[in-house]
């Protein structure tokens, strides 16, 4: 039986002719913008996010499925589907897809947007569960673990770790040199009270909350296990990972 993505047709909305409403989900991966694109796409009133601009697979499975050629005409499409009534699309976005958007103009494109920023404060926590999803190609609760060892490996971890922080230091020149306001949530406080933090995200966006949507999506569960614990002590032990 296969597994539904978010991006599969199944979760299109009705057509909107437009969007007026722009937001993005300033991001790095295992993060938990998964977690909280989620929960954003559920109040039915803040689009359906998601990693639309991942040039690694989902903009070339989508781009295929709305049958387009162009950056420009796959804009209009994705919009098409995924804004919500009320006028609202948006996105989530790592670094490397931002310069994506960057280099083809789309981001000029999405003008005017705001930004919601989220940070999480376990580097080594990130890279550990980095490196266990580039081996498995488990992203989310959604996708069965593949049948793939998994190896500690602190080359891989530390590569994981590095490619981290040039993400991060990445939002953090954008922001800078644009000048931009963007709301900043911390991952750890969305864990622990996400509701709280959904909905001050909400009235901090300003967008219309009519109409609302009831939507919907598949539980996401904590990915993290004994096995991550375990990696994050060696690691932290072991003398050739990199130093904080």
């Given at each position: 039986?296969?597994t539904?993505?978010?991006?599969?047709?199944?979760?299109?909305?009705?057509?909107?002719?437009?969007?007026?409403?722009?937001?993005i989900?300033?991001?790095?991966?295992?993060?938990?913008?998964?977690?909280?694109?989620?929960?954003l796409?559920?109040?039915g009133?803040?689009g359906?996010?998601?990693?639309y601009f991942?040039?690694?697979?989902l903009?070339?499975?989508?781009?295929?499925?709305?049958?387009?050629?162009?950056?420009?005409?796959?804009?209009?499409a994705?919009?098409?589907v995924?804004?919500?009534?009320?006028?609202?699309?948006?996105?989530k976005?790592?670094?490397?897809h931002?310069q994506?958007l960057?280099?083809?103009?789309?981001?000029?494109?999405?003008?005017?947007?705001?930004?919601v920023?989220?940070i999480?404060?376990?580097?080594i926590?990130e890279?550990v569960?980095?490196?266990?999803?580039?081996q498995t190609g488990?992203w989310?609760s959604?996708i069965?673990?593949?049948?793939?060892?998994?190896?500690?490996?602190?080359?891989h971890?530390n590569?994981?770790?590095?490619?981290?922080?040039?993400?991060?230091?990445?939002?953090?020149?954008?922001?800078e040199?644009?000048?931009?306001p963007?709301m900043?949530?911390?991952?750890?406080t969305?864990?622990?009270?996400?509701?709280a933090?959904?909905?001050?995200?909400?009235?901090?966006?300003?967008?219309?909350?009519?109409?609302k949507?009831?939507?919907?999506?598949?539980?996401m569960?904590?990915?993290?296990?004994s096995l991550?614990?375990?990696?994050?002590?060696?690691?932290?032990?072991?003398?050739?990972?990199?130093?904080?």
């Amino acid at each position: 039986m296969k597994t539904l993505q978010l991006t599969d047709p199944e979760y299109d909305l009705d057509p909107q002719e437009s969007s007026s409403f722009t937001y993005i989900i300033a991001s790095t991966p295992r993060c938990g913008s998964s977690y909280l694109s989620k929960h954003l796409w559920e109040t039915g009133i803040l689009g359906c996010p998601a990693e639309y601009f991942n040039f690694n697979k989902l903009l070339f499975r989508l781009t295929a499925r709305f049958g387009v050629e162009t950056p420009i005409d796959y804009l209009k499409a994705l919009k098409r589907v995924r804004t919500t009534p009320n006028g609202v699309f948006g996105v989530k976005v790592h670094f490397d897809h931002l310069q994506f958007l960057s280099i083809s103009g789309l981001l000029q494109q999405l003008s005017p947007v705001k930004f919601v920023r989220l940070i999480r404060n376990e580097p080594i926590s990130e890279a550990v569960s980095l490196s266990r999803a580039l081996q498995t190609g488990a992203w989310h609760s959604q996708i069965s673990e593949a049948d793939k060892p998994e190896v500690y490996r602190v080359s891989h971890i530390n590569w994981c770790f590095q490619h981290l922080r040039l993400q991060k230091q990445g939002w953090d020149q954008f922001f800078e040199s644009h000048k931009l306001p963007h709301m900043t949530v911390k991952y750890e406080t969305l864990v622990a009270d996400t509701p709280a933090v959904i909905a001050a995200i909400t009235q901090n966006l300003g967008f219309p909350t009519t109409p609302k949507l009831t939507v919907s999506l598949p539980e996401m569960n904590k990915q993290s296990n004994s096995l991550n614990q375990e990696w994050i002590e060696r690691y932290e032990q072991d003398p050739q990972r990199v130093q904080t």
